[in-house]
């Protein structure tokens, strides 16, 4: 009989103030952003051992190379007073290595890191005086977020990042023009008539891994990616390409993505489409026209683009 067995803590909820603000960025046309100030950085993180040692733990209820959960989770807590960095990415690095080069019986391990979104949140001048500046007060933001993970074994004596993934998940994008869906295959189940232009309303999960491993942290380099520029490209090929489909539109964005950062080995979408169905249209003005959402089962659309044809 053979076994898979993992542990460990979810969804850790950590809150840093005052980080080393994030700069050096390397600009790109679709994006403003270069930098932030990491007044607070916000997070859920996961930790997952993986090994055989802790095998007896199943099957003898012996809890010897077991490292209870809970110290996970104030080993997580307290390593973010240590850590330097100013990425999210840098900081699921920095743990995992800490993680192992503490815990000997860890074989193993996967560390992933979910951002908690908050904005700076504005007041009017004068308003109250219990806040000095928009950079220390924040609003919790529920859309999109940055996502890092990253696989460590042990190797040679030291750690080994073995595998990653980045990534901006939950971007929810509309547009009333510029998208059409004609030309499609049918029969006598279809019912779905050609639309040449229609509003468009996706939910969109973007990844992305780097050909070297370094430049995830390659702050200094100029070879970080930012989840926030990954976001603002995607959104501008959002408005300005006119697609036949979403398959055509999520491979303008992973072209876009492979061209702007060369540090990048691999992008990969999924996204659903939520395109609302037209219900009336005025006969006064055409263009103008009522929407309601579809029925609630969702087209899933993914791409995966990769290096690998160039490479030869």
């Given at each position: 009989m053979s076994a898979e067995i993992s542990y460990g803590k979810a969804k850790i909820p950590l809150y840093r103030v005052y980080a080393r603000p994030l700069a050096n960025i390397t600009p790109i046309p679709e994006s403003s952003f270069t930098g932030r100030s990491n007044t607070l950085m916000a997070a859920e993180i996961d930790v997952e051992?993986?090994?055989?040692?802790?095998?007896?733990?199943?099957?003898?209820?012996?809890?010897?190379?077991?490292?209870?959960?809970?110290?996970?989770?104030?080993?997580?807590?307290?390593?973010?007073?240590?850590?330097d960095g100013s990425t999210l990415e840098g900081y699921v690095q920095f743990l995992g290595r800490e993680l192992l080069a503490t815990y000997d019986v860890m074989q193993a391990l996967r560390v992933s890191g979910r951002e908690l979104p908050f904005v700076?949140?504005?007041?009017?001048?004068?308003?109250?005086?219990?806040?000095?500046?928009?950079?220390?007060?924040?609003r919790r933001s529920h859309d999109d977020y940055?996502?890092?993970?990253l696989d460590f074994a042990r190797s040679n004596g030291?750690?080994?990042?073995?595998?990653?993934?980045?990534?901006?998940?939950?971007?929810?994008?509309l547009k009333v023009t510029g998208s059409s869906f004609t030309k499609f295959a049918r029969d006598t189940y279809t019912t779905l008539p050609e639309r040449a232009d229609r509003p468009l309303f996706i939910t969109l999960d973007v990844h992305w891994r780097y050909a070297d491993v370094a430049d995830l942290v390659g702050v200094e380099t100029g070879r970080?990616?930012?989840?926030?520029?990954?976001?603002?490209?995607?959104?501008?090929?959002f408005h300005e390409f006119v697609s036949e489909s979403i398959q055509h539109l999520v491979h303008e964005m992973g072209q876009r993505l492979l061209q702007r950062f060369p540090q990048l080995a691999e992008v990969s979408f999924a996204a659903q489409n939520h395109t609302p169905d037209p219900l009336a249209t005025s006969d006064a003005d055409p263009k103008v026209k009522v929407y309601s959402s579809p029925f609630p089962a969702f087209g899933l659309i993914k791409l995966k683009l990769d290096r690998s044809d160039e490479r030869g």
């Open positions: 051992v993986f090994g055989n040692n802790f095998l007896p733990a199943y099957t003898a209820g012996d809890n010897r190379n077991v490292v209870a959960t809970d110290t996970m989770k104030n080993f997580v807590l307290r390593q973010a007073l240590a850590f700076p949140a504005h007041v009017p001048a004068g308003g109250g005086g219990s806040f000095a500046a928009s950079d220390v007060l924040y940055a996502l890092a993970a030291g750690v080994e990042v073995t595998a990653h993934q980045c990534g901006r998940i939950g971007l929810q994008l970080y990616v930012p989840p926030e520029q990954v976001r603002d490209l995607v959104q501008t090929v």
